[in-house]
């Protein structure tokens, strides 16, 4: 399916795979590249040469397109963009913040610059200051969240700028995909329907429990500190909620979560972890490699929007 999105890219299909902390490392970018998406490395809080050394395994395994996640609060922002730069990927996304300071050197460098935004207001901002296309991401999406809905979002901002717009949050099959595409959106950005992927590092309780999801086990945690988060409820989101409820402090509700996303992650800590995943997760109901996710996904999709277009 050629879109805005795969022609900007250099990509068979317009999937882009989310940049997700300690989940999106270079063997699930690999292989979403492979199978014709577009994967990502989540820079997350690394170092600049750890970073780089995902970048240069990313390439050891495919010479397909790729791009790499910089998180703007991160203290190593600033490394990370230049590191970026200076290998000079497919493409950067962004979230956290504005990537205004970086645009330039990426550009320079030949990068697309793709921000994740949660707002018209943001995307457009973005679209002034050089960006390729944004990522609307709706709050259906795992992590760290905005308010609006991916319904309601990627139209407004489909709306509102001209450069192309990549639908997040929700998205997990080609219902989805479908539905993103009429919303006015010339791709979609996944992440946790990739967390389950046969190449993702992610350890076996924690794909188990995505799996194993019902529609209502997602809920969010730090809506008091402006830092809400979507994650699959479990004994540490009990007790943050219940601290929240009684008033606790940002400092004291960090201390709960400290190092809470690699317990999940690599651990297999589903009690005490903290295990991102989007209110999509109870529709993920078995471990795929990549290839076969995206091929399910597209093949879906294409026989839905063609169906749509022998009805119109």
């Given at each position: 399916m050629k879109t805005e999105i795969t022609e900007l890219l250099g990509i068979e299909n317009p999937i882009i795979q989310g940049g997700m902390a300690w989940v999106a490392e270079y063997?699930?970018?690999?292989?979403?590249?492979?199978?014709?998406?577009?994967?990502?490395?989540?820079?997350?809080?690394?170092?600049?040469e750890a970073v780089r050394e995902q970048i240069h395994k990313v390439r050891e395994l495919t010479d397909k397109p790729f791009g790499v996640n910089v998180m703007l609060m991160s203290p190593n922002a600033a490394e990370?963009?230049?590191?970026?730069?200076?290998?000079?990927v497919a493409a950067v996304t962004t979230g956290a913040g504005n990537p205004g300071a970086y645009m330039a050197m990426w550009q320079e460098a030949g990068i697309k610059v793709i921000p994740v935004v949660a707002s018209?207001?943001?995307?457009?901002?973005?679209?002034k200051a050089g960006a390729d296309a944004v990522v609307a991401e709706g709050t259906e999406s795992?992590?760290?969240?905005?308010?609006?809905?991916?319904?309601?979002?990627?139209?407004?901002v489909a709306?509102?700028?001209?450069?192309?717009v990549v639908a997040a949050g929700g998205i997990g099959d080609g219902r989805g995909f479908a539905a993103a595409?009429?919303?006015?959106?010339?791709?979609?950005?996944?992440?946790t329907r990739f967390i389950v992927a046969k190449e993702s590092i992610v350890h076996a309780n924690y794909k188990e429990r995505v799996i194993k999801a019902k529609d209502i086990d997602s809920e969010v945690t730090g809506r008091s500190t402006g830092h809400p988060i979507r994650v699959l409820r479990n004994k540490m989101t009990r007790e943050y909620l219940r601290m929240e409820a009684e008033g606790a402090g940002l400092?004291?509700?960090?201390?709960?979560?400290?190092?809470?996303?690699?317990?999940?992650?690599?651990e297999g800590d589903v009690v005490n972890g903290s295990l991102m995943a989007g209110q999509i997760a109870g529709l993920v109901k078995k471990e795929q490699t990549c290839r076969e996710i995206i091929e399910e996904i597209m093949a879906e999709a294409e026989a839905m929007l063609s169906a749509d277009m022998v009805r119109g």
């Amino acid at each position: 399916m050629k879109t805005e999105i795969t022609e900007l890219l250099g990509i068979e299909n317009p999937i882009i795979q989310g940049g997700m902390a300690w989940v999106a490392e270079y063997h699930l970018a690999a292989a979403v590249s492979k199978a014709g998406g577009f994967g990502i490395i989540g820079a997350a809080s690394a170092p600049p040469e750890a970073v780089r050394e995902q970048i240069h395994k990313v390439r050891e395994l495919t010479d397909k397109p790729f791009g790499v996640n910089v998180m703007l609060m991160s203290p190593n922002a600033a490394e990370v963009a230049k590191v970026a730069a200076e290998e000079k990927v497919a493409a950067v996304t962004t979230g956290a913040g504005n990537p205004g300071a970086y645009m330039a050197m990426w550009q320079e460098a030949g990068i697309k610059v793709i921000p994740v935004v949660a707002s018209v207001a943001m995307a457009r901002m973005m679209e002034k200051a050089g960006a390729d296309a944004v990522v609307a991401e709706g709050t259906e999406s795992g992590g760290h969240i905005g308010s609006a809905t991916t319904m309601t979002l990627v139209p407004q901002v489909a709306d509102a700028v001209k450069i192309p717009v990549v639908a997040a949050g929700g998205i997990g099959d080609g219902r989805g995909f479908a539905a993103a595409m009429m919303l006015g959106a010339k791709a979609v950005q996944m992440g946790t329907r990739f967390i389950v992927a046969k190449e993702s590092i992610v350890h076996a309780n924690y794909k188990e429990r995505v799996i194993k999801a019902k529609d209502i086990d997602s809920e969010v945690t730090g809506r008091s500190t402006g830092h809400p988060i979507r994650v699959l409820r479990n004994k540490m989101t009990r007790e943050y909620l219940r601290m929240e409820a009684e008033g606790a402090g940002l400092e004291e509700l960090e201390m709960l979560t400290l190092g809470s996303l690699r317990k999940a992650v690599m651990e297999g800590d589903v009690v005490n972890g903290s295990l991102m995943a989007g209110q999509i997760a109870g529709l993920v109901k078995k471990e795929q490699t990549c290839r076969e996710i995206i091929e399910e996904i597209m093949a879906e999709a294409e026989a839905m929007l063609s169906a749509d277009m022998v009805r119109g």
